[in-house]
């Protein structure tokens, strides 16, 4: 009996090892099959067509290369850019590295995360001018980036982006935006006499540190005709705003994914709190909004919030076109009209300024223009603005070298082919805009030059292959709010211009930095006099 139970007893624990065994040995190969082998055959595909690119470790893909590399460029000299405005070799000089060595479309690994970077001009207008839903916007940067755009229409795809298109769109078409000059004028003469107060109080001359004026310019402009607000009341919201983008981008978004922001880290913490406290405040907001539209009734001009209300209650808020809950789609929607309203135009108008600092014959040039076309009173609007040529091809050419952003992104949700290669589905395609804006195969031996005369006859003309210019993106996902940031830019330049001097203070410290958009790190510092 003894020895039949000894029997029964080894053969259970035997069982039971080779179960445990098959367990493991299962689940070691579904996780080597998850971090490796998958992985693996999308670059198979890829390099079955000539595509190459830096070979990746296991695990952490090109990370610790990418790191090793900027680690390199940051102990190294600033001068080491081949020149002032080139800020890819310093920010991104893993991709610039890698594209010297494979050329202008190569492969590249982030842990599991496949890239495929493509700068070929054909390829990218092929790209970017895709209607196929089949690309969209990387999913896992829109879940990194969910704290500060949640599923708006800057990192939604699909039906969802559809919808908040046709909601948004419409507001920012020209002749929307011609009605609001009169609020963009009336905002930027509140930050100028700021600023003469302040040249007045401090002798003839100030040094100014101009980008948060300008963020709260843009901010008051978004929130009054947008809003129906003033920058003051929703001054809470751009503030945490400010600091949501700043400590997200501390992160490292680049490199890590969504699953990096579970930890329960300090800075993780920080991001929950301050995405919290910034849908309360939004949702108080909404909830004025309303009780005012109870007493008032509905009014007959409408701006974009109120669109927004109605796209979600009364349009596809509730069905399969969103299947996001009411207060989230509106709440998305608001917060990135509120940082791509503002941020953008806000730290594209401070790098004009710097640049027109840096070339004072372009200031010169700006400012005789302006007093031309607005001389003896004439008043700014859009047909002074249509007037301005050389106005817009400083502020073109600003663009050129520091586009907000830095990258076009798409997912591949399906098989797609693009020029000659079949992209296979899970692939993130990456364009660096500002080495195709810097390609002196496209823009000439001067690219890396402050020349806005390059678009003295438009953009056509500006270089041999137009696609390549892509400030705003191009095709269906081009910002919406392009017409609107160029009319703002115009307006607020043409005042300061027409009232101040400026040249860069000593103080100043060229810096770009990568905060979700491309902005001077440590702000522009301008010495300001009054005309």
């Given amino acids: ?60 893909g090109n990370v610790p290369e990418m790191k090793r590399i900027q680690a390199g460029v940051a102990a190294a000299s600033p001068s080491a850019a081949n020149s002032p405005h080139d800020y890819a070799s310093i920010l991104f000089p893993y991709l610039e590295q890698w594209r010297k060595q494979y050329g202008q479309i190569y492969m590249y690994s982030t842990g599991t995360r496949q890239h495929l970077l493509v700068n070929h001009p054909d390829l990218v207008k092929e790209m970017s ?15 990194t980036l969910g704290p500060m755009l949640g599923n708006g229409i800057l990192r939604s795809n699909g039906n969802i982006w559809a919808h908040q298109r046709r909601i948004i769109a419409p507001e920012f078409f020209m002749d929307k935006v011609k009605g609001m000059m009169d609020v963009m004028v009336d ?30 310019f843009s ?25 949501l983008q700043v400590t997200l981008s501390k992160q490292g978004f680049l490199f890590w994914g969504p699953a990096y922001r579970n930890l329960p880290t300090k800075r993780n913490r920080e991001i929950r709190r301050l995405e919290r406290q910034i849908e309360s ?3 108080k907001v909404i909830k004025e909004r309303k009780e005012e539209a109870s007493l008032l009734g509905s009014s ?112 591949v949700f399906q098989d797609t082919k693009i020029g000659h290669i079949v992209v296979p589905k899970g692939v993130h395609l990456w364009t660096l805009i500002p080495t195709l804006h810097r390609d002196p195969d496209i823009w000439g031996e001067d690219a890396h030059e402050f020349k806005p005369d ?24 081009m910002c919406l709010g392009r017409n609107f940031a160029m009319v703002e830019l115009m307006v607020v330049l043409s005042l300061i211009i027409s ?33």
Avoid at 129 to 143: E, Q, R
Avoid at 225 to 241: A, M, P, V, W
Avoid at 342 to 356: F, I, P
Avoid at 376 to 402: C, F, G, N, S, W
């Fill in 300 to 411: 007959a001009k409408k701006d974009l919030l109120e669109m927004i209300l109605e796209g979600a209650i009364n349009g596809d808020g509730h069905h399969d076109t969103t299947s996001i809950p009411c207060n989230r789609f509106i709440v998305d929607n608001c917060k990135n009209i509120y940082f791509a309203g503002h941020e953008s135009t806000a730290v594209a108008a401070a790098w004009c300024l710097m640049l027109l600092a840096l070339y004072p014959q372009w200031q010169d040039r700006v400012r005789a223009e302006v007093v031309q076309i607005c001389g003896d009173h004439r008043p700014l609007d859009a047909d002074a603005l249509q007037k301005m040529k050389t106005m817009k091809m400083v502020i073109q050419e600003t663009l050129r070298l520091y586009s907000p952003a830095p990258f076009l992104a798409r997912e």
């Fill in 281 to 283: 405040l939004i949702l």
């Fill in 187 to 216: 905002s930027a003469l509140s930050m100028l006499k700021k600023w003469e107060d302040r040249v007045e109080m401090e002798g003839g001359m100030a040094d100014v540190k101009v980008d948060q004026d300008l963020r709260n």
């Fill in 219 to 243: 901010a008051d402009v978004i929130s009054r005709t947008c809003f129906g607000s003033s920058y003051l009341k929703g001054k809470e919201i751009f503030s945490k705003l400010r600091a």
């Fill in 499 to 531: 009232n101040f001097s400026f040249s860069l203070s000593p103080t100043y410290r060229h810096s770009p930095s990568y905060r979700m958009i491309l902005e001077p790190e440590y702000g522009v510092h301008l010495l300001i006099r009054k005309i």
């Fill in 129 to 143: 001018l895709s209607v196929s839903w089949d690309l969209g916007k990387p999913l896992y940067m829109g879940k």
């Fill in 1 to 60: 009996m003894e020895v039949v139970f000894l029997t029964v007893n080894h053969l259970f624990w035997s069982m039971t090892t080779v179960v445990v065994v098959v367990v493991v040995v299962s689940l070691v190969m579904y996780v080597y099959s998850i971090l490796w082998l998958k992985p693996e055959k999308l670059r198979e595909k890829l390099r079955i067509q000539g595509i190459t690119g830096p070979p990746p470790c296991f695990l952490r």
């Fill in 454 to 477: 390059r678009f003295s006859n438009g953009i056509s003309e500006a270089c041999k292959l137009p696609q390549a210019y892509v400030p705003f993106g191009v095709g269906a996902r």
